[in-house]
């Protein structure tokens, strides 16, 4: 199979769902309903394509910090630079839509879950169907990829609604900050803005030195030099520190992998602030937060590690990024990085720092560094931050970080989330796209050429389902073809046994 021609296929177990849950965010008792999906091995390219199926991503080539976001940053630098810890800081980082610090990567609990399977016996047997056609596999540890109905996936793309629609919806009580409505204007703004009325007042004619003409206001002020125009979230993140800076900051990109030396270095010092995170901001009981449950969330990954010669240079596939404080582990990203985009999986952090507001420092950073890989793999241009959940403080604040598109659950195109907005005040399943039209391009059409990796063999599913006489069988092979497509689902190998 010519598709296969550059390594192992992806090897997926599909799991329906057909009962309603409790929803861990909005508390909903029958909110939520998953289909899971074990990856057992994940190529980077279908990985892509199952994100581009129903989860976020953000534009980081166009991101500008917004004023809050630039506070996180100054209030880094001085700390670095001076030692400085802001006062009045909490212990724990809010993570409330109207505030800064909300963790950046909570969601992740949703993306990928702890499951332990014996992998041996089926990829050995995957190795020898695909040797027999001339190909090699390789063994890797399962993950989950979940599917929810009650989330909706954003991302700063090319959305294609027909129209646009303005916003008028007033935010609801505890619902956080209206997206809608430009950022409120600082008092010394204010003031400025009086003053110039007030000598526009005294001198009608306009005689004010600095006076513009056609119309324009007066200015109060000379023009400004070049050098004062906004700074870029590089020139906020890299701004040099004094040589005598009380604090050195230094973030590593580290595979996740125990055969890297780095990694593997490192490990005890991550799996003790893992520990230390667990307990202090979820509340997580100690002896759930063992090395085997640590490594099968955050350290096993099913993503095929990959280095193509027109990607970028540390590859693609899972990676930790480690914020190292004057020599020690204060928070750790993990991270995947995709054919087109960044995708942000979960932090844990050093609690002691809580001031820092590293959820909200570690995703500009995260910002930046998509930004550097699109330097020199131009379609990586894409920073994937999870779920949004419009209903959800905790979720909500994922649409401070703009321009940010929203997915359409029914024909998976993206739309600017200004334009999403009216609708999700009036229902928390929405569909998006304005043409009444538009379909699924993806939709699974021709379900019997699905692979099926059944009895050491790979066939397609219109002759696998020769063989079998359950009726519930055909139900969730066609379930799991709607959701991850017709491109995916003739690439992935379904497990069935």
């Known amino acids: 199979m010519a598709f296969w021609a550059g390594g192992s296929p992806s090897v997926v177990d599909y799991f329906p769902s057909e009962d309603f849950y409790r929803c861990g965010y909005c508390k909903n008792e029958s909110g939520s309903r998953s289909n899971g999906m074990w990856a057992h091995s994940m190529t980077v390219q279908d990985y892509q394509d199952l994100i581009d199926r129903g989860w ?87 993950q989950e990829l979940l599917q929810s109905q009650d989330f909706v996936g954003e991302k700063l793309g090319s959305g294609e609604p027909s129209h646009s629609v303005k916003v008028h919806t007033v935010p609801k009580p505890g619902k956080g900050a209206d997206l809608s409505k430009p950022p409120c204007r600082k008092a010394k703004e204010i003031r400025k803005e009086r003053k110039r009325l007030k000598l526009m007042q005294q001198n009608p004619a306009g005689e004010l030195e600095g006076f513009q003409a056609q119309g324009h206001p007066p200015s109060l002020f000379p023009p400004k030099a070049k050098s004062n125009q906004p700074k870029s979230l590089e020139d906020l993140i890299f701004e040099s520190l004094p040589e005598n800076a009380s604090h050195k900051l230094e973030v590593r990109l580290v595979p996740v992998s125990f055969e890297d030396p780095e990694f593997k270095s490192s490990f005890s010092q991550s799996f003790s602030l893992y520990v230390k995170y667990q307990v202090a901001i979820h509340q997580d009981p100690p002896d759930e937060c063992g090395k085997t449950e640590f490594t099968r969330f955050l350290c096993s990954s099913p993503l095929e590690a990959e280095t ?190």
Not at 381 to 392: D, E, K, L, P, Q
Not at 394 to 417: A, F, H, N
Request: aromatic share 10%.
């Open 56 to 142: 976020r991503r953000c534009r980081p080539l166009q991101f500008q910090p917004s004023k809050s976001h630039k506070k996180v940053l100054k209030k880094m630098l001085k700390f670095l630079a001076k030692g400085e810890v802001p006062k009045g800081s909490c212990e724990d980082e809010p993570m409330d839509s109207t505030m800064d610090d909300a963790v950046a990567g909570d969601f992740a609990l949703i993306n990928k879950l702890d499951i332990q399977c014996d992998l041996k016996t089926l990829s050995d047997d995957i190795k020898e169907s695909l040797e027999s056609e001339g190909k090699n596999s390789k063994k890797e540890e399962p």
């Open 308 to 497: 193509p010669p027109n990607g970028p240079d540390c590859g693609y596939g899972s990676f930790h990024q480690q914020y190292w404080l004057d020599g020690k582990i204060i928070a750790v990203g993990v991270i995947d990085i995709l054919p087109n985009c960044v995708s942000s999986v979960y932090l844990y952090y050093d609690p002691d720092y809580s001031f820092l507001s590293l959820g909200v420092y570690s995703a500009l950073r995260e910002i930046a560094f998509t930004r550097q890989l699109h330097e020199k793999t131009s379609q990586l241009s894409y920073y994937y931050m999870g779920f949004y959940i419009h209903s959800c403080p905790k979720m909500k604040y994922k649409g401070q970080y703009r321009p940010s598109d929203l997915l359409c659950p029914e024909t998976y195109v993206w739309v600017p989330i200004e334009q999403c907005l009216p609708s999700l005040e009036n229902s928390k399943y929405c569909r998006f796209n304005q043409d009444p039209e538009a379909v699924d391009e993806d939709r699974s059409t021709e379900p019997d050429r699905l692979q099926v990796f059944h009895k050491r063999a790979i066939m397609p599913y219109g002759v696998y389902k020769k063989q079998q006489k359950d009726p519930s069988e055909e139900a969730a092979v066609l379930q799991y073809a709607s959701l991850v497509g017709q491109k995916c689902s003739e690439r992935m190998l379904l497990f069935r046994n």
